[in-house]
């Protein structure tokens, strides 16, 4: 069977003197879900739209189904995008937006109403194909814009933050509907988004991108579980990492000892194969499902924000050095605002990074 | 406070707001607008009173060979501007708005400079360029027919050159409303369309083209008003002549109230001049937007 993945090898992107995608090789497989997740800034959308043909490409290769399409036409790329302002043609109605690519390719009447009914129907878009985008509401358009994709049965689907124009519970209902529309289609999809909960739930293989770089990628909880470098440890995770400085005061058989700044009374024992060497400067991570109230030694917090959504609640305090902490609770109710707690990390929950942000294996 | 009590002090502040337009607009719109009905009835001189004539002044003017023929002249310059500034401004807007930053505000200005040129100057400088011994455009014309012509005073020539300098004085203005007609198309929607496998030519007859519709619908409306009261720059450039050749309505009307000093018979002028303008506005506005619906 042909792959119709994408594949980009050395690709670089420069707008005059600046560098924007300084060198990516990625690989997503026929049929994946791929999301490219980053803050903004990172170069995730121009990335997509190299993809889509919107943007030359400076330097490198880019691969669609076997071929290679680094300087081919937006629309002889096998790619169909959805944008996040929709970009639904107002003049037209539903069925005419959805039909457009057919009726420039010149299709047959019967095989255009027949293609866009049947994305109609995937969409529930059937009583709107008559109306205009204007007299629709938000995730109507979204549905718009999504069939017009189907239609072209393109070998590539491109999100470009499609979701972000909708309030929040509507998000999390297409986010269900961009899951299920990827298993009953079976295409491949590549999704760029800014909110690291889309881009765990949807992706089958995440590509989190920094300055330019692919700084990881790996399926959601391979990243969650073991991230390469701090920025994807702070990014990936809701609500983030804990960070606290530390310096290394001894070495155990398979571990080394920590103390964090500001604690004096407290060390921590972390297994690592890696070990740095007595007086080093590090860093470590411990998200905030880790931490957890104990009566003896440990980090004393106090909390002055307590986020109670029912199931959990997050507590946000300081160290007494002043750092930031977040810890998770289940339950609620806790009552924990205003006072001093005491935490611990759970063994073999922290993870090491260098004072420059690499981890510490 | 009660609500009636409110009601009247915004009342009072809303008199207050709009009191200055209305008196100004009454005093020096309305006042005379009346006046121009009531003096179209008698056989007023320019100054002072006339006595009732009825519709004596439209049935002389129904008669007056020089009405029709200025008449068929302002169609004729209708039919040599409105179009023709239309596709040419949509042409210029189209190539503007390709450029970028500093380079789209000078061509911008540029284009627009004429614009803010009073008509006596604008006149003066084409008089010149098109001055039968010096003028340097006269090579120009020489190399198309042979010799110079002294268009201003050629029946065949002088419209379609009051047509040019007309064009050449107001493009920049529908120019800049195009444009800004343009800029409010999303450039995502000619990205989907590429992507859809649309070439240039189709972007701009399916997407560009509707899209702009309001806008060069606006265009044509308010170019046809325009230069339906044609006059300065025949005054200016042939003073309706030769022959007639370039005699418009409103001359006529100006040579009736200020030369010969008939107030009633040039005040039927006016109104019959208004009473079309307004009927093919609305007509050409109507067919526009319908046209734009389809």
């Given amino acids: 069977m042909e792959d119709t993945g994408v594949h980009l090898r050395g690709v670089k992107k420069k707008f005059g003197a600046i560098d924007v995608i300084r060198g990516v090789d990625l690989d997503v497989g026929k049929g994946q879900f791929a999301v490219f997740v980053g803050p903004s800034g990172c170069g995730k959308s121009t990335l997509l739209r190299m993809i889509a043909g919107l943007e030359d490409t400076t330097e490198g290769k880019i691969e669609i189904s076997g071929r290679d399409v680094t300087h081919a036409d937006p629309a002889d790329r096998g790619v169909a995008m959805v944008f996040q302002s929709y970009a639904l043609y107002p003049h037209l109605s539903v069925f005419e937006n959805m039909a457009f690519s057919l009726r420039l390719a010149k299709r047959p009447k019967a095989e255009i109403t027949e293609k866009v009914r049947a994305a109609a129907g995937i969409l529930q878009l059937v009583d709107h194909l008559d109306k205009k985008p204007a007299q629709l509401s938000g995730g109507q358009r979204q549905r718009v814009a999504i069939g017009r994709a189907i239609v072209r049965a393109p070998d590539v689907f491109l999100f470009d933050e499609p979701l972000s124009n909708l309030d929040a519970e509507l998000r999390v209902q297409m986010r269900l509907e961009l899951a299920r529309l990827h298993k009953a289609l079976g295409a491949t999809m590549i999704y760029v988004t800014h909110d690291q909960v889309e881009a765990m739930t949807l992706a089958d293989t995440i590509f989190v991108l920094q300055g330019g770089y692919v700084q990881q990628s790996g399926a959601p909880l391979d990243l969650y579980d073991d991230p390469s470098n701090r920025f994807v440890a702070g990014f990936i995770g809701s609500p983030s990492m804990n960070f606290f400085d530390a310096t290394v005061v001894d070495h155990s058989a398979a571990a080394v000892v920590a103390q964090l700044d500001g604690q004096p009374d407290l060390v921590l024992e972390v297994p690592v194969s890696d070990r740095p060497e007595t007086g080093t400067r590090i860093v470590l991570g411990i998200r905030p499902e880790h931490l957890n109230v104990t009566a003896s030694n440990g980090l004393r917090v106090t909390v002055d924000v307590a986020e109670e959504l029912g199931g959990v609640s997050y507590q946000h305090g300081t160290l007494e050095g002043g750092d930031a902490v977040i810890f998770q609770q289940a339950g609620a109710r806790h009552g924990m605002h205003g006072t001093v707690q005491t935490v611990m990390p759970e063994p073999g929950r922290i993870f090491v990074f260098s004072a420059d942000g690499a981890r510490i294996r | ?294």
């Avoid at chain 2, 409110?6 to 707001?17: H, N």
């Avoid at chain 2, 619908?217 to 005054?235: E, N, S």
């Avoid at chain 2, 003073?239 to 370039?246: A, D, E, H, I, L």
């Fill in chain 2, 1 to 294: 406070m009660s609500i009636a009590n409110r009601r009247r002090r915004e009342l009072r502040a809303a008199i207050l707001l709009i009191a200055p337009f209305v008196i100004v607009f009454a005093v020096f719109f309305l006042y005379p607008t009346y006046k121009v009905v009531a003096l179209s009835f008698t056989n007023a001189p320019l100054i002072g009173e006339g006595d009732w004539v009825g519709l004596a002044n439209y049935t002389k003017l129904l008669s007056d060979k020089l009405f029709f023929t200025s008449l068929w002249n302002n169609l004729y310059f209708v039919l040599l501007t409105v179009i023709p500034t239309t596709v040419i401004a949509l042409l210029i807007a189209l190539t503007v708005s390709k450029l970028r930053g500093r380079m789209q505000a000078l061509a911008l200005t540029l284009f627009f400079l004429p614009y803010v040129l009073p008509v006596s100057v604008v006149t003066m400088i084409w008089s010149w360029m098109l001055d039968f011994q010096f003028g340097v455009l006269q090579p120009l014309i020489m190399a198309v027919t042979g010799k110079a012509v002294p268009v201003f005073k050629n029946p065949h020539w002088v419209m379609p050159m009051i047509a040019v300098v007309t064009i050449w004085w107001t493009n920049g203005f529908n120019v800049l409303l195009l444009i800004a007609g343009l800029r409010n198309i999303s450039p995502d929607l000619y990205e989907a369309a590429a992507l859809d496998g649309a070439t240039p030519w189709q972007r701009f007859w399916r997407i560009t083209w509707p899209l702009l519709w309001p806008v060069t619908a606006l265009v044509l409306t308010l170019q046809l008003i325009l230069q339906l009261k044609l006059f300065d720059q025949v005054y200016l450039l042939s003073n309706g002549g030769p022959f007639n050749q370039s005699y418009v309505v409103l001359m006529q009307m100006y040579r009736e109230a200020f030369q010969l000093n008939h107030g009633g018979y040039a005040s039927a002028i006016a109104m019959v001049l208004f009473l079309v303008i307004v009927i093919v506005s609305v007509l050409q506005f109507q067919l526009l937007r319908m046209g734009g619906r389809k």
